[in-house]
């Protein structure tokens, strides 16, 4: 035998043993846990092949419609080896994302966490889903919570839908949990297992960010003890606080009743701070009769009320729609008053903000330039509702002025962002390519658009056919210039409003949404722009 012949033996030998031992190695099975809406199986692969239906069973001794189940592949990997575990068919009307560990090296326990959830979930429904409130009888919702309790997990709404013990005759206020499928009537007084409905129409609500504290105006008289201003009220709600019913909060800082309308609610995000409006002359100083709207901040822990709409000598000027930032120190609010801050000469409604630990307001609704913004084709009279990032950094608002930023053309309304601190101005409604949009957005005349808490995302309806589609709800993300479409099949929606960061996007629409009922109603739309809230929590 040559030595060239035994090197080769060797070799082979060698190579034998090595692939010998390998085969006889430790092998681990990709194991994971797909946590999701409770029903139809979601089909994973990994490598692309070693097919899993996974199926997410009901709560035992429950009915919660979100659950969890572990997993494991059939086919064990040898250690040091790659996986990649991806979804080849999500259910029905839901949407499944791979989310943390989905690929890598095979070494020691594989936990692989798959999340599913709605594409469009309906949510002015009853807690028995007996009862869906439609397009046409639900409107105003609100969405929140945090990472503790998982974003958009909550949504308040109003509704005439024959819900939580509602009679009809009256348009209520309610709050929805999402993951227990909880619907609670808030606009009620006596105890929480046997709730009696308010006498008079409750609208509007707002929640806190982390969605357990809701505020709503209310013209019914028997929500509590001694109502007897025969006017609207603001009155709070609190999930962990049910069997203390409501309380007002439009009142004095010594108690005192408002003698005239309150309404148009907002909390910070722990639901410590309202903000409000009211025409009456009986909350603060320097106001003088009832017939001017004012704008007044409520701390509800140091028992204190505020006029905010207040010009230097502390007279009440006016204002409309206000909102708060998250720490409840900024404040930002519509008004048509020249009085609230020097050099307004436009003779225009403008947007101001109003920083509680300084005392001081902010005219935010000028150009890129710093300049005043022009009339556009909008009347003097328009009401306009801005929007404040829960970081208190910027507000959003919509106009047709066409001044605000260089290359505006359109002749349409659009929906402009402001750095509050810098004065920098962006144009949130053109298209992904920077081009102006061909039609209003959105599509109410001055109507409020949503903000993330970072500022970065904002959403809005459109009319314009060149961002996605006529009458539907997009997400720009400012960051990126990229547009989302939020709903695409829809003849009309509702004003949109958006969770902290972007998970899910709450509208009303003429359209079901939800294949599971055929009904309109107020839809959770999932974006994908971050986890959903049954993942947070695991």
């Not at 995000?269 to 106001?287: E, I, P």
Request: glycine share 12%.
């Amino acid at each position: 035998m040559s030595n060239q012949t035994m090197v080769s033996l060797s070799l082979s030998l060698s190579l034998s043993l090595s692939l010998s031992l390998s085969a006889c190695g430790p092998e681990t099975t990709v194991t994971g846990t797909v946590l999701g809406p409770v029903g139809d199986a979601v089909t994973l692969l990994n490598n692309g092949g070693d097919e899993l239906d996974v199926s997410v069973p009901a709560f035992t001794g429950g009915d919660d419609p979100y659950n969890r189940v572990d997993f494991s592949f059939a086919t064990p990997l040898p250690e040091g080896t790659s996986y990649d575990v991806t979804v080849a068919e999500p259910p029905a009307g839901q949407v499944c994302e791979v989310y943390a560990r989905g690929s890598g090296l095979v070494a020691g326990d594989v936990n692989v966490l798959v999340g599913c959830e709605w594409t469009d979930d309906h949510v002015s429904r009853g807690a028995d889903n007996t009862v869906l409130g439609t397009f046409f009888d639900s409107s105003a919702p609100a969405v929140g919570g945090d990472v503790e309790y998982g974003e958009g997990r909550f949504v308040a709404f109003t509704s005439t839908a024959l819900m939580g013990g509602a009679s009809g005759n009256h348009r209520q206020v309610f709050w929805r949990d999402r993951l227990t499928g909880e619907t609670v009537l808030v606009s009620a007084s006596g105890p929480a297992e046997a709730p009696v409905e308010g006498n008079g129409d409750s609208v509007d609500p707002a929640i806190s960010a982390d969605g357990l504290v809701v505020a709503f105006e209310s013209d019914a008289d028997d929500l509590i003890d001694s109502d007897a201003n025969g006017a609207r009220d603001v009155f709070v709600w609190s999930a962990n606080e049910r069997e203390a019913g409501l309380k007002r909060v439009s009142v004095s800082s010594t108690g005192a009743e408002a003698n005239s309308v309150c309404g148009q609610a907002s909390l910070s995000a722990d639901g410590s701070v309202v903000a409000f409006t009211s025409g009456a002359s009986t909350l603060s100083n320097g106001v003088d009769g009832i017939n001017t709207i004012n704008i007044y901040r409520r701390d509800l822990i140091a028992g204190t009320t505020t006029l905010i709409s207040a010009d230097a000598t502390g007279a009440g000027v006016g204002g409309d729609h206000p909102v708060l930032s998250d720490d409840g120190d900024r404040l930002a609010f519509s008004s048509f008053s020249s009085a609230l801050v020097a050099d307004d000469a436009n003779a225009l409604w403008d947007i101001f903000v109003w920083q509680h630990s300084s005392a001081t307001h902010t005219r935010v609704s000028l150009t890129s330039g710093g300049g005043e913004r022009n009339q556009g084709s909008e009347s003097t009279s328009r009401v306009v509702a801005p929007a404040i990032s829960g970081d208190g950094r910027s507000v959003a608002f919509a106009t047709t002025a066409s001044n605000m930023v260089a290359g505006d053309d359109n002749d349409a309304q659009d929906v402009f962002v402001v750095d509050i601190d810098s004065g920098d101005v962006v144009r949130a409604s053109i298209g992904a390519d920077g081009v102006d949009s061909d039609g209003d957005s959105p599509i109410g005349q001055g109507e409020r658009v949503s903000l993330s808490t970072d500022g970065r995302l904002v959403a809005f309806s459109t009319r314009a056919q060149n961002l996605g589609a006529i009458g539907n709800v997009m997400v720009r993300d400012l960051d990126s210039g990229a547009i989302i479409a939020a709903s695409a099949e829809t003849g009309g929606v509702g004003v949109p409003v958006m969770s902290s960061a972007g998970a899910y996007v709450v509208f009303g629409s003429d359209t079901p949404l939800d294949g599971r009922f055929t009904s309109t109603g107020l839809f959770a739309h999932y974006t994908g722009l971050a986890r959903a809230f049954w993942w947070l929590n695991n």
